[in-house]
């Protein structure tokens, strides 16, 4: 009977385990070449991939949304949106996907960012772990600068706003990095190769 018992928790367990999302987030300075690395896992690994600068690029763009002011106004300056419009935009993404694997790009960026992820997604999600990518800040501005130049489109993608990013970067995203670090949970890749070269290195974390 006890055993009956036990068997049966176990796979209720394993049921609420698996229907869990896995996520790992994608962290790392303005540049350090988190979109770039994501597609390949995506490639290589067969995650989602979910940026959450891209899909508050999109909210903006979309007509009508009655938060394209206010996501354009912290782009430009640098700073962080409300975590309750990223982390609805991600939640929905995770959704209509109907996938089980996603990598979480850009997120999350600071205390308010945390504290509402954990709200609304932490019962949710398996967080496997943070990919951290280490770069330092000459060669995250340089990338950045010849990003815009090449025609990103970015309206942050120039020197005022990359200053402003930086400074959100240390300021509030390294602090998070900080957490997570304290709990076991980063894993760093050192960024400032080439795109080959660093995913050298960000295989070994996934396979
Ligand atoms: N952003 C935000 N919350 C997020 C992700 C992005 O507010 O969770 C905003 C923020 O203003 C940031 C901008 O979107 O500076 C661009 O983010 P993205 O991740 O695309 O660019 P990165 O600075 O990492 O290259
Ligand atoms: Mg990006």
Redesign the pocket.
Known sequence: MCMFVSRVLRGVQSFIMSSKYNVVFVL?????G??TQCAKIVEEYGYLHL????L??EERDEAGSEYGELIEG??K?????PVEI?CSLLERAMKKSEKDNFLI?????NQN?LEGWNKEMGEKVNLKFVLFFECPLDVCTQR?LDRGAAGSGRS?DNIESLKK?FE??MNATMPIIDHYDAINLVRTVNATGTPEEIFEEVKKLFS
């Open positions: 790392g300075g303005p540049g350090a988190k979109g940026s959450a600068g891209d508050l690029r912290h782009i300056n640098g700073t962080i949106v990223t790009d850009g997120f999350p960026r960012n950045c942050d990013r959100t970067y």
